[in-house]
């Protein structure tokens, strides 16, 4: 069975016009996924796509968007406030779970560090909260905290434990992407587990790279 055959059918990138979304929007596209970029101001910026408008912080519009959907990339940005943090990654995650099918794959973009609070408090404890909301959902479910994203590195290392501080070892967003197209074709093996995403020299065999992670408590 090839890669193409094994991805989901239909996949929505929430916030695929982002710096991060468009690196996910990618990856989907390039497993064979029809993909349906959902963002405030959406863009078709892949021919391979559909824009839809709309805000993770509406539950009308994500159930507009998400009806029968098999997989979601919840990739959003929000404002640098403790309010708009909350509602974007904590409340946008309530709303996902309330609207997307049962049996969907919802994958959530989170962020290297997110469990140092001595950098970016409030931002990592929403993200945080948003990751904890989806593993207690009982959903199946991907999380994936990418590094710093660059140009330029070839290719990519996992990691779980959140060991970041203050190191980089960036990863381009050609690595992103193949990370998405990975998870979502190899669902079982990355089902249930988080794992944080670096540049190295070194190409990954995602599939196996993938299946080694453990599983979250």
């Given at each position: 069975m090839t890669e193409?055959?094994?991805?989901?059918?239909?996949?929505?990138?929430i916030g695929g016009n982002g710096h991060l979304g468009r690196a996910a929007t990618k990856g989907a596209a390039d497993v064979g996924a029809h993909v349906t970029v959902f963002s405030r101001n959406a863009r078709r910026q892949d021919p391979r796509?559909?824009?839809?408008?709309?805000?993770?912080?509406?539950?009308?519009?994500?159930?507009?968007?998400?009806?029968g959907v098999q997989a979601v990339v919840v990739s959003v940005e929000a404002d640098w406030t403790a309010p708009g943090m909350q509602k974007v990654y904590v409340e946008g995650m309530r709303n996902v779970l309330a609207t997307a099918?049962?049996?969907?794959?919802?994958?959530?973009?989170?962020?290297?560090?997110?469990?140092?609070?001595s950098r970016m408090p409030e931002y990592n404890?929403?993200?945080?909260?948003?990751?904890?909301l989806l593993r207690r959902s009982g959903r199946r479910y991907t999380v994936l905290r990418p590094a710093w994203i660059v140009s330029g590195t070839t290719g990519a290392k996992l990691e779980q434990g959140?060991?970041?501080?203050?190191r980089r070892d960036d990863v381009s967003s050609d690595q992103l992407a193949k990370?998405?197209?990975?998870?979502?074709?190899?669902?079982?093996?990355?089902?249930?587990?988080?794992?944080?995403?670096?540049g190295a020299d070194?190409?990954?065999?995602?599939?196996?790279?993938?299946?080694?992670?453990?599983?979250?408590?």
């Open positions: 193409i055959e094994r991805a989901p059918q239909t996949v929505v990138v796509t559909v824009a839809v408008s709309g805000s993770i912080t509406r539950v009308d519009d994500l159930r507009r968007v998400l009806d099918p049962a049996d969907a794959h919802i994958v959530f973009m989170g962020n290297i560090g997110v469990t140092d609070d404890r929403a993200k945080r909260e948003a990751e904890s959140d060991r970041y501080r203050g990370a998405i197209g990975a998870i979502l074709t190899y669902a079982d093996d990355s089902a249930g587990k988080t794992f944080e995403l670096y070194q190409q990954v065999d995602w599939s196996r790279a993938l299946k080694n992670l453990t599983r979250d408590e």
